[in-house]
């Protein structure tokens, strides 16, 4: 096998950059600066598969695990909120033993794995058909049963989360915006239900037009000695106002007599 | 210099791509930078002028002839705003987060081809900075890393409105990127292929508009979902969150967040253009006449096409309100999702029946269409209906204590008929001013 220039030197870059994105995951203190690190490594494998000629698996890589699982990542740290650290106390016996012994298995394992392959020459067989084509065919075809065994595995592991979930809870009935606005114009005003502002019973929006009170008669207040004093005439008689001038304080009085425990909220 | 391949077989326009020199890339880079630059500046004051029209007031019209200036004034001012910087903020992913939202979405604009073969300078290319063979990945990738500028920035702003907008981007992006990508898989089905060029390329007996509506519907609604453009502006739905993820920021960085927004705009507008709408093709009765998908002309069209739909845009802002959240994630899961994975497996169907038995007739496919509704139809009928759930009639609430409530058959009165528009220095008699609800009735 021989690397053409632009590999190596996209290599020498890429490389440097996803370790130090595993490395910064690691031991970043922040949860979210964490997640960020291994979006760093994820974009950079990404861009190192595009430099193996296998721009689909690279575009894939993105779009499936910086795009959306990262993202699911980064919404549940999110939620978990900015100051949360991790908790010292632990919850399982022995837990740090069988990590740490775990851990050090995968990583022999891995080490051994690697160190197997370098000696051995790579097959440099072309992949039948296209880049898209070779990959569909291997995982429709030759690797489907382990596929359609994952995807049930997946979803499978989807539904039992959502099972837990939602598991023991009644199932209540929706409340519908319907219902909730018949139920609040239904039910006590004083308790919930918010009075309709200044205006909701206007038919025109001039100021020439007087405002009504909640009891359709027009508001004194409203009425302007500048604007359409015939206007003003005619309503002055209407609401039984003698002199105009008047209006002010004696309709006023009046009211407060009248409706003394609405006015409050209205004038 | 690879051989090419002929032209109009699936890669030649790669291969055309590939032999540009260094000079010409660059130029290339530096038209589609400062188009969507420009793109941006003028969208804006499209937007207002649209928006203002449907509102019944003129928009911007004082900068400028016809107010066009006015975004390029805008973006001036806003870079000579004081940056500021919350203190709870989290410095380098407050500072990273709008660069992070703004160069994926000039990068995504790179697969999108503008026109056909030209001829620059006597170099034979595409109208076209890229075109990898699997083109349209490089859109979803470039939309998924975006979104990580929002997402961050409201995180980093560390304020609590900024951070329910980052939150719900964030769960916004997970939902309408899959209904963009399994609107997309229809198209590729067709075209065999994942190159924008060579989808261009396949549309030219007929548009996917026509083939494939229901992916095209689908791709339209999650396009907005996904460009956080109203009415799914729910990230920074300023009447519940301020201002959302953008709450704490100001000056430039600020102007990086909204020149995302519009390229974002652009980018998929383009890319809507390419997948449905032929490219650069011309449209039916301009396409009879000969030489008219050649040269420089198809650039044309294809902006052209691309305002369609950044006009439906502006207009979709303009009409509908905000969608609530359980609405809006209601609508991709349950809807949106499940109609294109359904429509695939028929478009994937008609394809292997294609494949198998050879070319199957538009009238064959029109009949089993045809059976097919009515057999629904019939089923839909035998179908127990629903009981109803009230007589239809709502009881008038009562009064309560002395204060009334408006009758359920409340009268609005009608709308004023509209005027001329005459903005400044107006000639007609302003007959409105005065006692509109008088002249009502007149």
């Not at chain 2, 339209?220 to 993820?245: H, K, Q, W």
């Not at chain 2, 028929?346 to 269409?369: C, D, E, F, H, K």
Request: hydrophobic share 50%.
């Amino acid at each position: 096998m021989t690397t053409s220039i632009g590999e190596a030197v996209g290599f020498w870059i890429l490389g440097p950059v996803a370790l130090a994105g595993g490395l910064g995951m690691v031991f970043s203190r922040n949860a979210v600066h964490s997640a960020l690190w291994l979006v760093l490594t994820m974009l950079s494998l990404g861009l190192i598969y595009m430099l193996q000629t296998a721009p689909f698996l690279g575009f894939t890589q993105i779009i499936v695990y910086t795009g959306a699982i990262m993202m699911l990542f980064v919404f549940v740290l999110m939620m978990v909120g900015r100051d949360a650290s991790d908790s010292v106390v632990e919850v399982l016996r022995g837990q740090r033993v069988a990590a740490a012994v775990l851990g050090i298995g995968l990583a022999g394992l891995m080490i051994g794995a690697v160190a197997q392959s370098v000696g051995v020459p790579l097959t440099t067989a072309a992949p039948t058909g296209s880049n898209v084509g070779g990959l569909g065919l291997l995982v429709f075809q030759r690797y489907l049963l382990a596929f359609e065994l994952t995807s049930a595995l997946i979803i499978t592991g989807a539904v039992g989360a959502m099972v837990y979930t939602f598991a023991g809870r009644a199932r209540s009935k929706a409340i519908t915006q319907k219902e909730r606005v018949a139920d609040r114009l239904r039910g006590p005003l004083e308790k919930y239900g918010s009075r309709s502002g200044p205006g909701v019973f206007a038919t025109a929006d001039s100021v020439a037009t007087p405002a009504l009170l909640p009891d359709g008669s027009v508001a004194p207040e409203s009425l302007s000695a500048i604007i359409e004093a015939t206007a003003r005439e005619r309503l002055g008689h209407a609401t039984g106002l003698s002199r105009p001038g008047d209006e002010h304080d004696t309709a006023a009085h009046s009211h407060h007599a009248e409706r003394g425990e609405i006015q409050g909220s209205q004038t | 210099m690879n051989p090419l391949p002929p032209p109009g077989t699936p890669g030649y326009t790669q291969a055309l791509l590939a032999n540009d020199p260094l000079w010409l890339t660059i130029v290339k880079v530096v038209v589609v930078f400062a188009l969507l630059l420009v793109m941006t500046l003028f969208m804006i004051w499209l937007e207002r002028r649209v928006v203002g029209r449907m509102q019944q007031r003129p928009g911007p019209n004082w900068n400028g002839p016809f107010g066009l200036l006015q975004s390029l004034a805008d973006g001036l001012k806003l870079a000579f705003k004081e940056d500021i910087r919350p203190v709870l903020a989290d410095k380098a992913v407050f500072f990273l987060a709008p660069v992070i939202s703004t160069i994926p979405a000039f990068v995504a604009f790179a697969v999108i081809p503008l026109g056909p073969e030209v001829s620059i300078f006597g170099h034979h290319t595409a109208l076209q900075v890229a075109d990898l063979p699997v083109g349209i990945l490089v859109v979803l990738a470039c939309s998924s890393v975006g979104v990580y500028g929002i997402v961050l920035s409201g995180w980093a702003s560390g304020s609590p409105y900024p951070l329910l907008g980052s939150l719900r981007s964030a769960a916004q992006v997970i939902s309408y990127e899959l209904a963009l990508g399994l609107s997309i898989i229809g198209v590729v089905l067709y075209a065999g292929s994942l190159s924008t060029a060579d989808i261009v390329a396949a549309q030219q007996s007929g548009w996917y508009i026509w083939l494939l509506p229901v992916s095209f519907i689908v791709f339209a609604i999650s396009m907005v979902g996904e460009t956080n453009r109203a009415p799914f502006d729910l990230p920074e739905a300023e009447s519940e969150l301020v201002g959302g993820f953008h709450t704490e920021y100001s000056s430039l960085k600020f102007a990086l967040f909204f020149l995302a927004e519009y390229v974002n705009m652009v980018t998929l507008s383009a890319v809507a253009t390419t997948l449905f709408l032929g490219g650069w093709m011309a449209p039916w009765p301009l396409s009879l006449i000969p030489g008219v998908n050649s040269g420089w002309l198809p650039v044309v069209w294809f902006i052209s096409k691309m305002f369609v739909f950044l006009f439906v845009y502006i207009w979709l802002r303009g009409t509908l309100p905000r969608q609530r959240y359980d609405q809006f994630m209601r609508l991709g899961w349950k809807i949106l999702i499940p109609v294109s994975l359904v429509w695939i497996v028929a478009v994937a169907t008609l394809r292997v029946l294609r494949n198998q038995y050879g070319t199957i007739s538009a009238p064959v496919v029109l009949m089993v269409g045809a059976v097919v509704l009515v057999v629904a139809i019939v089923v839909a009928l035998m179908l127990p209906d629903r009981a109803a759930e009230d007589d239809g009639t709502v009881a008038e609430p009562p009064v309560v204590g002395t204060y009334p409530v408006p009758p359920l058959d409340l009268t609005v009165p009608a709308s004023p008929p509209r005027r001329r528009r005459s903005v400044a220095g107006s000639t007609a008699p302003e007959t409105a001013a005065v006692g509109s609800g008088q002249k009502e009735d007149a």
